[in-house]
Nanobody
């Protein structure tokens, strides 16, 4: 059974930083291309950063230069710097493209 667990969200001030983590049980994680997604209130879920098995990365224009996706053998990470109020959302990790069950996500709130 696949289980996705995101963590690391919270409240940050504009210009601040947060680091998100994700663990996925039930799959051979190191063989999956992965991504972070986010869903702001009232908006559709969008991909913000992706990383391949070979660690090639891709970012949405809105976060390029501020967010960094990375991975090790067991976890996926998202380092978020220079946070903006528009980054506030629930953040999810999933395969790229998103073929796995969705986790509960982790809430990121940014105060201006």
């Amino acid at each position: 059974q696949v289980k996705v667990v995101e963590s690391g969200g919270g409240l940050a001030q504009a210009g601040g930083s947060l680091r998100l983590s994700c663990t996925i049980s039930g799959i051979a994680f190191s063989f999956y291309d992965m991504a972070w997604y986010r869903q702001a209130q009232g908006k559709q879920r969008e991909m913000v950063a992706a990383i391949t098995v070979g660690e090639a990365t891709n970012y949405a224009d809105s976060v390029a230069g501020r967010f960094t996706i990375s991975r090790d053998n067991t976890k996926l990470y998202l380092q978020m710097n220079n946070l903006k109020p528009e980054d506030a959302a629930v953040y999810y990790c999933n395969e790229s493209p998103s073929n796995l069950p969705w986790g509960q996500g982790t809430q990121v709130t940014v105060s201006s």
